[in-house]
């Protein structure tokens, strides 16, 4: 999985969201099973940004 996947996955989301949220928006956007798990385990509950999600995910600065 790669960061533009994730960006890809969340186009449309509203933020701040929460990490339900992204998962929804996630699926309906036909994201992959390991987007949805990344996200479902990323630890985060809130989400400022699509950076802060990519951050939660990927574990970058």
Known sequence: ???I???K???GAGYPAGRDDLVSV???NGAGD??????EH???QQFG???D???AVFGND
Request: glycine share 8%.
């Open 1 to 3: 999985m790669s960061p």
């Open 5 to 7: 996947e994730l960006r």
């Open 9 to 11: 996955a969340h186009r």
């Open 26 to 28: 996630a699926r309906n």
């Open 34 to 39: 390991q987007v949805v798990d990344r996200l």
């Open 42 to 44: 990323s630890g985060a």
């Open 49 to 51: 940004g699509p950076n």
């Open 53 to 55: 999600a990519q951050k």
